[in-house]
């Protein structure tokens, strides 16, 4: 019998990991939790349980194993994955590799981590915990993505890539050989990096250039926005 989890987050992004979820066929997903949704309404299918305050009753009623966060703002997640261990200290985090993905010899993947359909992991590399790496992205060789870093659909890194905590590198962009990119930091859709990148900065352009300093609670996704939950404990600033 497969061991139950829930998700995290009854979004698109949680509609993306349900179906890695299903289709690696490790865990079966009792449900959603999202505080944006209605108690008892559905969401791609399955049930929104409650919010992230009924995991105790979750876990004693229904034997639950543990949670995936579908939270797509690297910081955001981060600020939820604290809540949950504050509310369930010993809570289990999985991760999920859709089938489609390729996983080469010696990587390392952390707890929490997503890899999406046809993503590819190269050889040697290391995935923190709470990554997310979407569908047809690539992590060169000898790459490392620190906990709670992000690549978006269709990006390709060369090898040795240091991809710092909390920073993403969006939608289709292209990073070359033994670059560095700092923690809190965003690379813009569309951008060819071929050079460092430094902390708390965003970039974009080909090549890639310096647009403006950044604070690491910067919103960088449509659509994002705080958790009722949170609030109080994000700063969040719409970017113009």
Known sequence: MKR???IIGASGHGGMLLDCIEKEAKYSVLGFLDSYKEKDSYYSGLQILGNEQDIPKLIEEHDLYGVIVAIGNNWTRKKMVDKLIEIT???NFVS?????????RNVQIG???VIMPSAIVNSNSKIGDFCILNTNSSLGHDGTMEDYSSISSGVCTGGNLMLGGFSAISLGANVIENINIGTHSVVGAGAMVVKDVEEKTVVYGAPARFIRHRDMEDPYLKGDRCPPQLNGQLNIKRLP
């Open 4 to 6: 139950k989890i829930v």
């Open 89 to 91: 200290p010993d809570l």
């Open 96 to 104: 999920t590799i859709h089938p489609s993905a390729v996983i080469s």
């Open 111 to 113: 707890k929490g981590t």
